[in-house]
């Protein structure tokens, strides 16, 4: 089978989103062949280069959402005659017009989807006013289950993708004064919601810049039969522009779609656009909820990677019959000799302290305090939280809980090993600070008067995941009793499955797929309370027994559900099914260009619905009597059938 992976800002690249899965998932189905087309997010990703590709993968096309010069590669030639920009307005205004119009109200302005202010798919507190499951976003433009909208919205975008493949692009047109103009004229038509009628000239050129940028691969090149057109399906490893490429393959060929999501891409694009002005978001939003439902519309299966991406899916239109869940397929091999160790302490002492920052210090001398072995140690007391440092994750509610759990158990350490980024670093340093204040005389001090002590000696350490001398994350979590999640926002917890592999026992706040994760098999708490989580560790801390217990019963689980290989079965068995409900219908041509003679086998064109239920077989012979049929009268004599019967 010939499949075309669609990826964005990452895979095949050295860097970016979706790598490791990707890989693992082409690695693992050599029996296929793979053409892969990425589009790429930035320089620095494509000045890095590729991956090593394995031989299953046999074409290579990329392609930048990046670049604003028009070079006639990304955006095509600049379209030429009356015509031509006649059909691109017509087209872009029924687009503009489909995102602006909508019936439901504008009242959840300024609400952040996971904020815990509106009533969101990310556990809000509020239930949505406008009636829906949550995961409402600012100004709530359109109902997105209504069809007519959706109609209007998919057939402007393949009349764009029409005429940009008859142009060979669409060239400057959808940065031209032409485009700005549509915008400004459907968000002051009568039918546009309020949000978006009052959106300013520079608010509707930041709206049409993001739109652009979103459109660029209707310009692309990919949609010949040598191209996407030469493959048996599309399986596009994320929403929005990752996806659109492949729905255009579909419009133009049929290749039926595949489509992957294992974060929630209407949340992300709202993100990016968190500090933009109402009316921004507002456009953005609907815009690409409206580009998200005719991806589902238009999809054969969907596959989120867990229930809490199904509901936004389910809420955005997608069927429901549609969508199989496929969990991300992780390497459990690495852990597996944390898991079979005794206990908690086997790997503890001196290595497991590189790295460490002292809370409140730059550094140390890296020396760390005799972690020793064996139960009862000083490891047996130690809270692992492993993560990207960002306001999302709530270290701050952590440190306080973890001043709460020091009153019950002085022993107690906090081990933070994370990458902070660019965006992180100041709130890590916020961290540190806070940490430095909540246990400023904690630890003995070695050495003179005045010298700064070891960060092996502080109850809270902060280590840097992306350092040279960071530990393997395998000593982290061997080192720790319990490993904890404090985030407010969360898509899949990586960090719990990697710990629920190594056999700990885990307490999580109730976020995103936080429970679908770990089961029964961890402690879980509301978030934003300290207290609760501070509650729940202090109990693991003090019941050695309940803690090996979890443990054992989570790396069952992950074993059982978030290995590589059922994501690579589930996803082989999905292809199958796919292409057996969807088969591709080539006309094979011979070397002048004339249809091939008997090119396709004849059982690819059996009629009837061979697929679908088939009727049950009867199982009274032929010549029996219908028994189903009603009494005859009283005193009415039935009529002879078979030999001997009156003619």
Not at 21 to 31: E, F, H, I, Q, S
Not at 271 to 277: F, G, I, K, R, V
Not at 366 to 377: C, E, I, L, N, T
Not at 401 to 412: D, I, K, L, S
């Amino acid at each position: 089978m010939r499949i075309g992976l669609l990826t964005e800002g990452g895979y095949p690249y050295v860097s970016g989103d979706a790598r490791l899965w990707c890989d693992r998932l082409v690695r693992g189905l050599a029996r296929h062949e793979f053409h892969v087309y990425a589009l790429s997010r930035s320089r620095r990703q494509e000045d890095e280069g590729l991956m090593p590709l394995p031989p299953q993968v046999t074409r290579v096309r990329t392609a930048p959402l990046w670049t604003a010069v028009d070079d006639g590669t990304t955006h095509g030639r600049d379209l030429h005659g009356r015509r031509a920009r006649r059909r691109f307005l017509e087209a872009y205004a029924e687009l503009a017009r489909a995102v602006c119009e909508g019936g439901r109200t504008d009242d959840h302005a300024g609400r952040l989807p996971g904020d815990g202010t509106g009533g969101c798919l990310d556990g809000c507190a509020e239930g949505c006013a406008n009636g829906c499951m949550g995961g409402c976003v600012d100004g709530c433009l359109g109902d997105y289950g209504d069809n007519r909208q959706a109609d209007r919205f998919g057939s402007a975008l393949y009349a764009l993708a029409d005429l940009a493949r008859e142009e060979g692009g669409l060239g400057s047109a959808l940065r031209s004064e032409g485009a700005l103009r549509v915008w400004e004229r459907a968000c002051r038509a009568p039918g546009a919601v309020r949000t978006a009628h009052g959106a300013r000239v520079a608010e509707l050129l930041t709206a049409a810049r993001h739109v652009e940028r979103a459109l660029r691969p209707l310009s692309l090149d990919w949609y010949e039969d040598a191209g996407l057109g030469a493959v048996d399906l599309c399986h596009a490893t994320a929403g929005g522009a990752a996806a659109l490429p492949a729905l255009l393959a579909r419009h133009f060929s049929g290749v039926p779609l595949l489509v992957t999501e294992y974060g929630v891409p209407l949340r992300a694009h709202y993100l990016t656009t968190a500090d933009a002005p109402p009316a921004v978001r507002a456009l953005l939003a609907s815009f690409h909820r409206r580009l998200a439902a005719e991806v589902y519309r238009r999809a054969a299966r969907i596959t989120p990677g867990n229930a809490h991406v199904r509901r936004w899916q389910e809420h955005c239109g997608a069927d429901r019959a549609k969508l199989r869940t496929v969990y991300p397929g992780m390497e459990a091999s690495r852990f597996a000799e944390v898991a079979e160790a005794p206990t908690a302490d086997k790997h503890g002492g001196a290595e497991n302290n590189a790295g460490r920052r002292g809370a409140g210090q730059g550094g140390g001398d890296g020396s760390g305090r005799d972690g020793g072995g064996g139960d009862g140690g000083g490891e047996a007391d130690t809270l692992v939280w492993v993560g990207r440092v960002e306001p999302a994750k709530d270290l701050v509610s952590l440190l306080h809980a973890f001043a709460e759990v020091r009153t019950h158990v002085p022993t107690a350490r906090l081990r933070i090993v994370g990458a902070a980024g660019v965006e992180g670093r100041a709130y890590l340093d916020h961290c540190e600070a806070l940490a430095a204040r909540l246990f400023p005389d904690d630890g003995p001090d070695d050495g003179p008067e005045g010298a700064a002590r070891t960060s092996g000696d502080r109850p809270v350490s902060f280590e840097d995941a992306g350092a040279p001398e960071a530990p393997d994350l395998a000593a982290v979590y061997a080192a720790g009793a319990v490993v904890v999640l404090s985030s407010v926002v969360e898509g899949f917890p990586v960090s719990l499955v990697e710990a629920m592999f190594c056999g700990r026992a885990t307490v999580s706040t109730d976020v995103g797929a936080v429970v679908e994760a770990i089961g029964g098999t961890g402690l879980v708490v509301p978030p934003r309370e300290p207290a609760a989580l501070a509650r729940a560790c202090v109990a693991l801390l003090r019941d050695p027994e309940r803690r090996r217990r979890l443990g054992e019963a989570a790396r069952a689980r992950a074993v059982e559900l978030f290995t590589v290989e059922q994501n690579v079965m589930a996803f082989d068995s999905m292809y199958l099914d796919v292409v057996s409900h969807s088969p591709r219908r080539r006309v094979l041509l011979d070397d002048r260009g004339a249809p091939l003679p008997f090119g396709t086998p004849a059982e690819a064109h059996l009629p009837g619905n061979w697929t679908g239920p088939r009727r049950p077989l009867r199982r009274d012979p032929l010549w029996a009597p219908d028994t189903t049929a009603p009494p005859a009268a009283f005193g009415q004599q039935p009529e002879p059938v078979g030999e001997g019967a009156a003619r």
